[in-house]
């Protein structure tokens, strides 16, 4: 099966993957996931998430910002939060994802380059989230 982008390997080497979890409690989620050996390595309470880490696993626990959980791949990060000189661009990638006959719930508008997101949704519904920091 063909990949959605030629360079598929360069891109899953330079990608940063989390799980982001919609939680109803923050304060509670976030103590469970201490208990497993996670820490809170990033986030911001008062905005309704942080994100957690423990080696390098990565969680991100949301409050009233999205329903159900989701998938999220960050192009140009590494999985300790680290930015890449080189990376594929989200706009790249949601090309690939059209050629290659996937169907966009969230498309990126334009071409020039900077932060920009693409959502769409795997055969089973889970929801998939690529987002471009920068």
Known sequence: MPSVLAGA????ARVFFDESLNVANLDAS???YEKLGFVVSGGDPEHGYQILKNGESTIGIFTGMFEGNIL????GL???MERLEK???VREIQEGAKT???ELVTEVDGTEP???SITLVDPDG???LIDQFF
């Open 30 to 32: 976030r103590i469970f």
């Open 87 to 89: 990376f594929v661009d």
């Open 72 to 75: 999220t791949f960050n192009p």
């Open 126 to 128: 889970n929801a998939i």
């Open 9 to 12: 390997a360069p891109l899953q």
């Open 114 to 116: 900077g932060p920009a």
């Open 100 to 102: 290659a006959g996937l």
């Open 78 to 80: 590494t999985n300790r």
